[in-house]
């Protein structure tokens, strides 16, 4: 089952300095915590704020070639977490046919934000990042239990999110 997710905000992993985007439900219940890279991290952010910018960057560039195709963004979905890794499938829709597009969540995001497209988690992901593995991710940290993943992601608050947060 997939549910629909917003960005909720950025946030930094205060352990290793990673930028995470934190996805919740639309009922406010579940979240789901991403670790993206800076370059990411600041085309969400730069989309969240609405900042124009004098050139376009990359995810502009990609959304600017999708409409010149005629093409639109009708969704994401964050639809599998192996080995500490997230996978994503951009969905397109040209005329009367649906494409989909391998991606790295963190592009997806971006260029969701920027087509006002939904953003989907399938249920079995949001479960499988509540006992994510972190080494990889913020260095040689002990693993994190669902708890204090869980613990973690209750106690944020807007102002943990600085300009960033939606």
């Known amino acids: 089952m997939l549910i629909e997710m917003k960005v909720f905000g950025l946030a930094i992993d205060p352990t290793a300095g990673t930028p995470i985007v934190i996805l919740k439900d639309t009922e406010g219940k579940r979240a789901v915590p991403i670790w993206i890279g800076l370059f990411e991290a600041s085309a969400i952010a730069t989309q969240m704020e609405r900042i124009d910018l004098s050139r376009p960057m990359t995810h502009d560039l ?32 040209r005329g009367d046919t ?13 260029l969701a ?3 006002d497209a939904p953003i989907f988690v399938d249920d079995k992901v949001v479960e499988k990042s509540m006992d994510i593995h972190f ?5 040689d940290l002990n693993r994190y239990t669902k708890e204090q993943l869980e613990e973690f992601l209750e106690d944020l608050s807007p102002e943990d999110f600085g300009k960033y947060k939606m």
């Open 135 to 139: 080494t990889k991710q913020v260095g």
């Open 62 to 93: 990609a959304q600017n070639i999708i409409g010149a195709l005629e093409a639109r963004i009708t969704r994401i979905v964050i639809n599998d977490l192996k080995n500490n890794t997230f996978f994503a499938v951009i969905h397109l829709e």
């Open 98 to 110: 649906e494409l989909m597009i391998d991606s790295r969540p963190s592009d997806a995001i971006a």
């Open 113 to 115: 934000l920027r087509a």
